[in-house]
């Protein structure tokens, strides 16, 4: 397993950009899917977008799409969201997660099911004021 510390969050004003960024420790990040996912008060925590292990195939949830751009630094250990456009909306605490190591492709069902994903990070705030 990994272990995963997000960075980035903050309060932006609708309209505004944020990149964040999850810093894996370990040597095997390279070998894992990594996702975002985003938690509002008092709801479920939500698939955002997922990037298989080698970068191949990226998967966004409707809710992002165009607007969120999910990557990874292998070298790094890093996975980013590039999250433009914010709306009140997407207020929420962003979590990064590893998993699927070495899927080539993700069905949309796993990706979209915490449960299936092996490690989480402790999340990072955005708060994204009208």
């Known amino acids: 397993q990994v272990q995963l510390v997000e960075s980035g969050g903050g309060l932006v004003q609708a309209g505004g950009s944020l990149r964040l960024s999850c810093a894996a420790s370990?040597?095997?990040?390279?070998?894992?899917?990594m996702g975002w996912f985003r938690q509002a008060p008092g709801k479920e925590r939500d698939f955002v977008a997922a990037?298989?292990?080698?970068?191949?195939?990226?998967y966004y949830a409707d809710s992002v799409k165009g607007r969120g751009t999910i990557s990874r630094d292998n070298a790094k250990n890093t996975v980013y969201l590039q999250m433009n456009s914010l709306k009140p909306e997407d207020t929420a605490v962003y979590y990064c997660a590893a998993g699927f190591r070495y899927f080539g492709e993700l069905s949309t069902a796993a990706t979209a099911e915490p449960t299936r994903w092996a490690s989480w990070g402790q999340g990072t705030r955005v708060s994204v004021s009208s």
């Open positions: 370990g040597r095997t990040f390279s070998t894992y899917a």
């Open positions: 990037i298989t292990w080698s970068g191949g195939n990226i």
